[in-house]
């Protein structure tokens, strides 16, 4: 009449942290940045309240600032002045994000893991990920794949410790690696964008990263959501091109995927908490609708749980200052 097995006995106390089977901690943390050409002092983005456009000279303190929360990696992501048809201020050494990692790396060497996002759609007039035919509108896969080649090495030469191809064309990865092998660069890693779905979710980037297209949409290159065997054999795919790190994109709404790919593959996963996911919170928070302390450490240990050893997150300076 009463019940045997007490699920309740572990619950209170000390000995809830004893059987805890997930851990977050700020190792796990990938900080965002956005460094923009254009302005001279920081900027909020408005979509997501918290998050700033940089320009060049505060990028260096605001990274120091994150080291010094024990974050151990950043994600750079450039707002060029000069945008046009192919992107050709993304590969440039004096380049925007270029110049940043060196700012970065000259202040704080092996403190901080400096990653670059590498994509064309922050340099392209049209904001598109990659060269466009105009009279089909079709975004072309194989001339934009030298042109993520040169923008890597770019990256790494001026510093960068690992590479993040986002832009989803087939066979980025090995065009990456092959070119900064070529280069002597054979120990940098590359972190994919595997499986990076065609998401709404990624609405307030687009407006702090000034990259929203004019015409068509980006279906034609990421996935669909309603897809998952697809995300395995593009992580297969990505793999066998030689990526290191795996990456699924969005998160909360694809913690299936996350976990099938970690099951799957078990190598090294991250997974991107991103804009919306981000803003959805902020939003709900400052209508005091949710507890914004609480509901971020819910969500990012649910990510962990779903099979991701790294995440970036928009979140990683609040939540390591919680975890401290
Ligand atoms: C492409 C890129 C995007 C994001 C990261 N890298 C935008 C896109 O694919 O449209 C989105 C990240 C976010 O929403 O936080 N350079």
């Given at each position: 009449m009463?019940?045997?097995r007490r ?6 106390g000390?000995?809830?942290?004893l059987?805890r089977?997930?851990?977050l ?16 002092e920081?900027e909020?983005v408005a979509?997501?309240?918290?998050v ?10 605001d990274?120091k600032e994150?080291?010094?929360?024990g974050i151990p990696?950043m994600?750079l992501?450039?707002?060029?002045e000069?945008?046009?048809?192919k992107g ?20 704080l060497?092996?403190d901080?893991?400096v ?8 340099y392209t007039?049209?904001?598109h990920?990659g060269?466009?035919d ?5 975004i ?11 923008t890597?090495l770019s ?5 960068a410790d ?6 989803m064309m087939?066979?980025m990865i090995?065009?990456i690696r092959?070119e900064?092998?070529?280069n002597?660069f054979h ?9 990076k779905y ?15 297209c004019?015409?068509g ?8 959501p ?9 992580a297969a795919?990505?793999?066998?091109e030689?990526a290191d ?16 790919l970690?099951?799957?593959f078990?190598?090294?996963?991250a997974?991107y908490n991103?804009?919306?996911?981000y ?9 005091g ?5 609480q ?16 995440i970036?997150t928009y ?10």
């Open positions: 009463f019940p045997e699920m309740r006995r572990l619950r209170s000390k000995i809830r942290d059987v089977e997930t851990s901690s700020v190792n796990d943390l990938i900080y965002p940045v956005f460094v923009n050409e254009i302005i001279n920081s909020e979509s997501m309240p918290g700033f456009n940089l320009p060049l000279d505060m990028v260096a303190d990274a994150a080291a010094d929360l990696a994600i992501f450039g707002i060029p000069h945008k046009d048809e050709s201020s993304a590969w440039g050494d004096e380049d925007i994000v270029q110049q940043a990692v060196r700012e970065i790396k000259n202040e060497g092996k901080m893991l990653i670059t996002d590498v994509c064309l759609c922050e007039d049209h904001g990920c060269m466009v105009f009279d089909t509108e079709e072309m896969n194989d001339p934009t794949l030298p042109l993520l080649g040169k890597a990256h790494v030469k001026a510093g690992m590479v993040a191809p986002s832009g087939d066979g090995s065009a092959s900064l092998d070529k002597n120990n940098t890693p590359i972190m994919s964008y595997a499986a065609s998401s709404a979710f990624y609405g307030p980037f687009r407006d702090a990263a000034g990259s929203g004019c015409f949409d980006r279906s034609t290159h990421q996935m669909d309603a897809n998952s065997d697809e995300a395995l054999m593009e795919l990505d793999i066998e030689g790190i795996i990456m699924v994109k969005p998160a909360l709404p694809y913690l299936d995927i996350l976990y099938r970690k099951t799957e078990e190598i090294p996963t997974a991103v804009s919306g996911e803003s959805m919170l902020k939003a709900a928070a400052q209508n609708w949710l507890d914004e302390k509901v971020m450490y819910e969500s990012l240990i649910s990510i962990k749980r779903a099979g991701a050893d790294m970036i979140f990683a300076k609040e939540m390591a200052q919680m975890l401290k």
